[in-house]
């Protein structure tokens, strides 16, 4: 992709993916999840879902799969309040870009 993905967007994005998993998800199906919006690398994805965890955004918790531990993250109430937000934001956005590239803004 052309356009560089800020870290506002990559954030959304990742909570979308995880929002998606009531009961959560683990992080290299979400680094496919994202793979099918953006590319990015799990060096791009691991910080981010820490820092979502810090920002009390993504919660994580580990679960035994094939005899390991699997860490897996899930969507705070916090979390989807952001999520709502980055939607809101995003279709105002992407509203206004669409129509430059549509041939003019409206007011």
Do not use: H
């Not at 979502?52 to 897996?72: A, I, P, S």
């Not at 916090?78 to 105002?92: A, P, S, V």
């Amino acid at each position: 992709m052309v356009f560089n993905t800020g870290a506002a967007l990559l954030d959304a994005i990742v909570l979308a993916v995880v929002s998606q998993e009531e009961e959560g998800t683990y992080g290299y199906k979400i680094t496919q999840d994202v793979r099918r919006a953006i590319d990015v690398s799990e060096s791009t994805l691991y910080p981010v879902l820490r820092r979502l965890q810090k920002d009390e955004c993504l919660e994580v918790y580990d679960r035994q799969f094939d005899g390991r531990n699997r860490r897996y993250y899930k969507t705070t109430d916090k979390g989807m309040i952001q999520l709502n937000l980055y939607r809101t934001e995003w279709k105002d956005y992407s509203k206004k870009i669409n129509e430059l590239f549509e041939g003019g803004v409206t007011v």
